[in-house]
């Protein structure tokens, strides 16, 4: 295309797969960077360089403008395996052995500095090479424009609400533009300063930017989201059906395809077997998510004792919190914890599976989330609303009493947030 060569886009985000994957933002950012360049488009990626990771055809480029507390910073370009050309930016604390988590599964206790610091580079380095885009993705890169006199036309993805970055207000007297933007009830909040400031606000669907903009789901920010208007759109994050093909997928010990599934239920039963299971002929369930309050799972535990009346099996792939093991490993009918967790097995679940449930807090597709690989599909979307009445359940005062506690509890969570 034409005039997609004349189009450069500088893409910031804190992840990028394969080289800082903690969650989805790493697959969609770097999903959406190989179709745009498959296009024609010019586009710099500027990521966190956390592991110092070594480059082909290395180039630096010392970031001299940041801030005195946020530096030294320099910016590496050049070509990563598996990512191709890319620019890793170090600043202030930025080098960890996790994107966000101490060993102990808590925060890095300097996370706010860390990627304050991340911005105000990023901020440099939007100067440095003048992109005709910056495309910013979560919290993580939205303070770079309370350090730039005169941004590029800019756009901000965001792909999960709850994460704000929401820190103390001190961080506030550190942005030489825009201050204003940013403070949320007395404190700093990137998210919302990137809101109020990018030319245009995505969200990874057109339900979720709905959904976003209530109070139920826009979690403290439906305001600045609905004052948006029309600059508030929603794109549905599509998958890459060349990496999730199961006709040519490695990882599996035997391919099939949409002209013939026979192979599947080999797949199947090998993978009951490698978790202990006995196949009952029933549907087979599978997650692979964490285990966080907003991927949802809450909404999954409570109903896997009914799973027996349904000769349903359900396998969870995860990593947890402090929290959530605790809770799983509470004694369950019919539930077994087993660890045999690799690239392959992380591959196979949403293959072997008939239904793939889907739950999130924070997020509702426009349609029924489905598995790229299930032949076979049948799911009700989970709605991050707490109040929501699932459509199969009767109504009753019990039930709605449980719910308005449940919401009242996650609105004082939200607040203090």
Same mark, same amino acid.
């Given at each position: 295309?034409?005039?997609?060569?004349?189009?450069?886009?500088?893409?910031?985000?804190?992840?990028? !797969?394969?080289? &800082?994957?903690?969650?989805? /933002?790493?697959? *969609?950012? %770097?999903?959406? +960077?190989?179709? =745009?360049?498959?296009?024609?488009?010019?586009?710099?990626?500027?990521?966190?360089?956390?592991?110092?990771?070594?480059?082909?055809?290395?180039?630096?480029?010392?970031?001299?403008?940041?801030?005195?507390?946020?530096?030294?910073?320099?910016?590496?370009?050049?070509?990563?395996?598996?990512?191709?050309?890319?620019?890793?930016?170090?600043?202030?604390?930025?080098?960890?052995?996790?994107?966000?988590?101490?060993?102990?599964?808590?925060?890095?206790?300097?996370?706010?500095?860390?990627?304050? !610091?991340?911005? &105000?580079?990023?901020?440099? /380095?939007?100067? *440095?090479? %003048?992109?005709? +885009?910056?495309? =910013?993705?979560?919290?993580?890169?939205?303070?770079?424009?309370?350090?730039?006199?005169?941004?590029?036309?800019?756009?901000?993805?965001?792909?999960?609400?709850?994460?704000?970055?929401?820190?103390?207000?001190?961080?506030?007297?550190?942005?030489?533009?825009?201050?204003?933007?940013?403070?949320?009830?007395?404190?700093?909040?990137?998210?919302?300063?990137?809101?109020?400031?990018?030319?245009?606000?995505?969200?990874?669907?057109?339900?979720?930017?709905?959904?976003?903009?209530?109070?139920?789901?826009?979690?403290?920010?439906?305001?600045? /989201?609905?004052?948006?208007?029309?600059?508030? +759109?929603?794109? =549905?994050?599509?998958?890459?059906?060349?990496?999730?093909?199961?006709?040519?997928?490695?990882?599996?010990?035997?391919?099939?395809?949409?002209?013939?599934?026979?192979?599947?239920?080999?797949?199947?039963?090998?993978?009951?077997?490698?978790?202990?299971?006995?196949?009952?002929g029933g549907p087979l369930l599978t997650m692979v998510t964490r285990l966080a309050d907003q991927k949802g799972v809450d909404l999954m535990l409570p109903v896997t004792p009914f799973l027996a009346r349904l000769g349903a099996t359900l396998i969870v792939l995860a990593t947890a919190s402090n929290v959530w093991p605790i809770h799983?490993?509470?004694?369950?009918?019919?539930?077994?914890?087993?660890?045999?967790?690799?690239?392959?097995?992380?591959?196979?679940?949403?293959?072997?599976?008939?239904?793939?449930?889907?739950?999130?807090?924070?997020?509702?597709?426009?349609?029924?989330?489905?598995?790229?690989?299930?032949?076979?599909?049948?799911?009700?979307?989970?709605?991050?609303?707490?109040?929501?009445?699932?459509?199969?359940?009767?109504?009753?005062?019990?039930?709605?009493?449980r719910r308005r506690a449940r919401a009242s509890w996650c609105r004082r969570r939200v607040r203090w947030r």
């Open positions: 295309m034409v005039y997609a060569a004349l189009v450069k886009v500088l893409f910031a985000t804190a992840e990028f !797969a394969p080289l &800082a994957r903690v969650g989805g /933002l790493a697959a *969609a950012a %770097a999903g959406l +960077v190989a179709e =745009l360049r498959r296009q024609g488009i010019d586009v710099q990626v500027a990521l966190p360089d956390y592991y110092e990771t070594p480059l082909e055809k290395e180039t630096v480029r010392p970031l001299l403008d940041v801030p005195e507390w946020a530096g030294p910073a320099i910016a590496r370009t050049g070509i990563a395996a598996g990512v191709g050309k890319i620019t890793l930016i170090n600043a202030f604390g930025i080098v960890k052995s996790h994107p966000y988590l101490q060993p102990d599964g808590s925060g890095w206790p300097d996370n706010d500095r860390r990627f304050m !610091a991340y911005s &105000a580079a990023l901020a440099s /380095l939007t100067r *440095a090479v %003048a992109p005709d +885009v910056l495309h =910013l993705n979560d919290w993580h890169t939205c303070a770079a424009l309370g350090h730039l006199d005169i941004a590029p036309p800019t756009m901000l993805t965001i792909h999960t609400l709850g994460y704000q970055g929401r820190t103390n207000p001190g961080w506030l007297m550190t942005l030489p533009r825009h201050t204003e933007a940013f403070e949320q009830w007395g404190d700093c909040n990137p998210l919302l300063g990137g809101i109020r400031l990018a030319d245009v606000v995505v969200a990874v669907s057109p339900h979720y930017a709905e959904e976003i903009a209530t109070p139920e789901g826009g979690f403290t920010l439906d305001g600045p /989201l609905r004052e948006r208007g029309d600059r508030l +759109v929603g794109i =549905l994050n599509g998958i890459d059906d060349e990496e999730w093909n199961p006709a040519t997928d490695r990882h599996l010990e035997m391919t099939y395809s949409a002209a013939d599934v026979s192979a599947k239920a080999l797949t199947r039963a090998k993978l009951l077997a490698q978790f202990g299971l006995v196949d009952g799983c490993t509470r004694p369950r009918p019919r539930i077994r914890n087993k660890s045999p967790s690799c690239a392959a097995t992380t591959r196979r679940l949403p293959t072997d599976c008939s239904p793939a449930p889907m739950c999130s807090r924070c997020r509702v597709a426009s349609n029924p989330v489905v598995s790229p690989r299930c032949s076979r599909c049948v799911m009700e979307r989970c709605r991050s609303s707490p109040m929501s009445a699932d459509s199969t359940t009767r109504s009753s005062t019990s039930t709605a009493r």
